[in-house]
């Protein structure tokens, strides 16, 4: 029989594992609409952190029993084909509805989100402002959501070499 090189990209059907992202979710949504009994609902994004390591992680493992290798180019270009889309939308319908709706002072401060969010670096940005996710002083950015993406993709530029090494 042939070896079907990317059999390993197939995980099996986890329902636990989309259950815990609907309770994530659900608890991300309503720390965000206030109730008092979710103050700790950011927890939520944690558990996204924890599912997406699991999840890249088995799939490296997988790569690497099935092809002796990972091919550290073919994980890069899977993420881009998965999230490049996606974040240049959004970040594109977002730079034009802020052109349209928010303060002409505010515009100047969203630019330089946009691109630190394209570069997946945007945490840095916030971090470097002092911006606290919970105790905001000034108005939050309009990608301040991408603080948690620029995270996750920047674990994935050292994880895959670090589970290649190993």
Same mark, same amino acid.
């Given at each position: ?56 992680? +088995?799939? &490296?493992? @997988?790569?690497?029993? !099935?092809?002796?290798?990972? $091919?550290?180019?073919?994980?890069? #270009?899977? =993420? ?27 515009? +100047?401060? &969203?630019? @330089?989100?946009?691109? !630190?969010?394209?570069?997946? $670096?945007?945490?840095?940005?916030? #971090?470097? =402002? ?37």
């Amino acid at each position: 029989p042939v070896l079907n090189l990317y059999s390993f990209m197939k995980l099996p059907y986890r329902k636990e594992i989309d259950g815990l992202r609907a309770l994530a979710v659900v608890s991300i949504i309503l720390f965000h609409a206030g109730f008092k009994v979710f103050e700790g609902g950011y927890v939520g994004v944690d558990v996204f952190f924890v599912i997406s390591g699991y999840l890249i992680t +088995s799939l &490296l493992i @997988n790569e690497r029993e !099935a092809n002796d290798r990972i $091919s550290i180019r073919d994980f890069y #270009a899977r =993420r881009a084909r998965r999230l490049l889309p996606i974040s240049v939308v959004v970040l594109a319908v977002t730079a034009l509805a802020s052109a349209i709706w928010l303060q002409p002072t505010r515009l +100047s401060a &969203l630019a @330089n989100d946009i691109m !630190a969010a394209a570069a997946f $670096s945007v945490n840095f940005v916030f #971090a470097h =402002r002092g911006t606290d996710y919970l105790q905001a002083a000034m108005e939050p950015s309009a990608i301040q959501h991408y603080w948690s993406l620029a995270v996750e993709e920047q674990f994935y530029m050292v994880w895959p070499g670090l589970i290649a090494l190993v």
